[in-house]
């Protein structure tokens, strides 16, 4: 079957194991240029290994990965590293450089790729701050943000080359609302002015479907349900609608399956 030619993610019958097990079956997921994806599940399920998977540090056990009109499985270490260059990943509490400004680390990957000078370092670094409100914050230290600019200052990083494409891993955890509610926004804005594509994996359900155009629910390592926001909040399959509505007993359950409870506390039936 051909690329669509607007998609810049093509997965199809991916499944992929850790020696002998299974931790992705059979998965269809296709994201169109411009789209923000969301890859939602409980923990565990299998999300971020998919990330893992799109930026080319694991190889899927079966099934085909174009990313960017690339095949993934004919790429060697080079191709990786090339297309790596054209993806930007934001990274799970922002994984700044501790020992580096905020310049210094929206500028790092414009170093390590490209023989820009640096007048032209500056004015791309400041024109990314800009973009995410940290224009004026270019000299503090990490240490010195908040859990928010943190994340913003991250997001600068990812988009310092210009990606089609951005992987969020986690971007709304640990955010306090007005935080959250931020990088929501950011990551809407800059996908539309942008004309990326981002695959946000994410526990966030209600900040997600405010900013998203689709939704994959992966569970135990299967896509048990996709569609678009008003989909997804209207599904009546069981798994989805307790964990949109965040209920706390369901096909998730609260208690962990044990034996007789009155005979663990010792209780003799009549």
């Known amino acids: ?3 669509a030619a607007g998609r810049a993610v093509d997965i199809e019958s991916l499944s992929f194991a850790y020696d002998r097990r299974l931790v992705l079956r059979d998965i269809n997921l296709h994201a169109e240029r ?8 409980s923990s565990g399920c299998g999300k971020t290994t998919l990330l893992k998977i799109i930026s080319g540090a694991l190889r899927p056990t079966q099934g085909r990965v174009i990313v960017d009109g690339a095949d993934m499985s004919r790429l060697d270490t080079a191709g990786i590293y090339a297309l790596r260059r054209r993806l930007g990943m934001l990274f799970q509490f922002g994984a700044l450089f501790t020992d580096l400004s905020v310049y210094d680390n929206v500028a790092f990957p414009l170093r390590e790729h490209t023989d ?3 007048d032209m370092i500056r004015d791309l670094v400041l024109l990314k701050l800009q973009a995410v409100g940290l224009r004026g914050a270019y000299a503090m230290r990490p240490s010195e943000l908040s859990g928010g600019m943190a994340r913003r200052v991250a997001l600068a990083r990812s988009i310092a080359l210009d990606p089609g494409l951005i992987l969020y891993d986690e971007p709304f955890a640990g955010l306090d609302p007005i935080g959250l509610g931020v990088i929501g926004n950011l990551i809407r804005r800059l996908t539309d002015t942008l004309g990326v594509t981002s695959l946000v994996v994410t526990h966030d359900v209600q900040e997600s479907l405010k900013i998203v155009d ?7 390592g299967v896509v048990v349900a996709e569609g678009t926001p008003a989909e997804i909040r209207a599904s009546d399959l069981p798994y989805v609608h307790q964990f949109v509505h965040g209920e706390a007993d369901g096909p998730v359950p609260f208690h ?8 663990d506390l010792g209780v003799q039936r009549a």
């Open 1 to 3: 079957m051909p690329v």
């Open 34 to 41: 411009g789209q923000v994806i969301a890859i939602m599940g």
């Open 256 to 263: 962990v399956p044990s034996q007789d409870y009155p005979r």
């Open 214 to 220: 689709y939704v994959y629910f992966i569970s135990e």
């Open 116 to 118: 820009l000078d640096e």
